[in-house]
């Protein structure tokens, strides 16, 4: 065979290949849904808005948190109002960090408008059928928090203990493994 003929075969192959992988984006393309692709520009946008509320959320509820704490105030409020609006805002920044769980990540999952009623009463449905489960995220969130921002030396510890405890187990899994495959040999 010639080079001449090679380059044709090579040509006829090529011009092949070419329709069967339009042939196939054709398909790819048909079996793709009818969704605009916006709507994960539109989840990105919600999700970047959201991100902003909740940061500017965080910083007013715990800036005002510190601006009530003892000896703290501007200027001068009965001890026992003070007492209350320390509480009032802690109180918010509960509910707050509570809705962070669960119900303001669903709206991030809804596509359509129409369906934003649904979400919130998933959400509420979810925080009535276990009430109980929120509150002890949303309070072992708190207490990593609390912990991290005062001990922050105590997560690398933290991390190290997790990381043994997982390798160790790993370990103990691969030897006994490593038994029952010695033992089924001596025993087969």
Do not use: C
Not at 17 to 45: F, N
Not at 74 to 103: K, N, S, V
Request: proline share 5%.
């Amino acid at each position: 065979m010639n080079t001449e003929q090679r380059i044709e075969r090579l040509e006829r192959e090529v011009q092949t290949l070419r329709s069967e992988i339009q042939g196939t984006l054709v398909a790819i393309q048909q079996s793709l849904p009818d969704k605009p692709a916006a709507a994960a520009t539109r989840w990105q946008k919600k999700a970047w808005v959201l991100a902003l509320v909740n940061v500017l959320m965080a910083v007013a509820l715990f800036a005002n948190i510190y601006l009530f704490l003892p000896g703290n105030p501007p200027f001068t409020i009965d001890p026992d109002l003070l007492f209350g609006l320390r509480a009032f805002w802690i109180a918010l920044a509960f509910i707050w960090l509570l809705l962070q769980m669960y119900p303001l990540a669903l709206l991030l999952e809804q596509e359509d408008q129409q369906h934003q009623g649904v979400v919130w009463h998933s959400a509420t449905a979810f925080v009535r059928a276990r009430p109980g489960l929120i509150i002890a995220l949303t309070l072992i969130v708190l207490v990593i928090g609390i912990v991290n921002t005062v001990l922050p030396v105590a997560w690398i510890i933290v991390a190290l203990s997790l990381l043994i405890a997982v390798g160790s187990v790993a370990l103990r899994d691969m030897v006994e493994l490593f038994r029952e495959r010695l033992h089924a040999h001596r025993g087969g």
